[in-house]
């Protein structure tokens, strides 16, 4: 199994910056694709940005595009989200995702580990 920690969620005015990290642990290997998603109370988890397990690839949601950008260094088993002009409709709990399978996907369904989700407030 794939163990999944996320961490650097926070309060921040909007148009600050925040970085997420999630750490991975266990059978690593096993992780290919590597996602943000986010869930807003009352609204369905909703995906944000996804990286390939070599780092060369990156997807994003149209709402993130230009403000959030993703990374992973592979000898640290851990991948980031930088998130800059920070909105208060970014608000939302952040969830720290990985898959099996190679390529991306926008649904939460097509991911196979999961972190316990980091929150993260913009206030305006």
């Known amino acids: 199994q794939v163990q999944l920690v996320e961490s650097g969620g926070g309060l921040v005015q909007a148009g600050g910056s925040l970085r997420l990290s999630c750490a991975a642990s266990?059978?690593?290997?096993?992780?290919?694709?590597m996602a943000w998603l986010r869930q807003a109370p009352g609204k369905e988890r909703e995906f944000q940005a996804a990286?390939?397990?070599?780092?060369?690839?990156?997807y994003y949601a149209e709402s993130v595009k230009g403000r959030f950008s993703i990374s992973r260094d592979n000898a640290k088993n851990t991948v980031y989200l930088q998130m800059n002009s920070l909105k208060p409709e970014d608000t939302a709990v952040y969830y720290c995702?990985?898959?099996?399978?190679?390529?991306?996907?926008?649904?939460?369904?097509?991911?196979?580990?999961w972190g316990q989700g980091t929150q993260v407030t913009v206030s305006s």
């Open positions: 266990g059978r690593t290997f096993r992780t290919n694709t």
């Open positions: 995702a990985g898959r099996l399978l190679s390529g991306n996907s926008d649904s939460a369904r097509e991911y196979d580990y």
């Open positions: 990286i390939s397990f070599s780092g060369r690839t990156s």
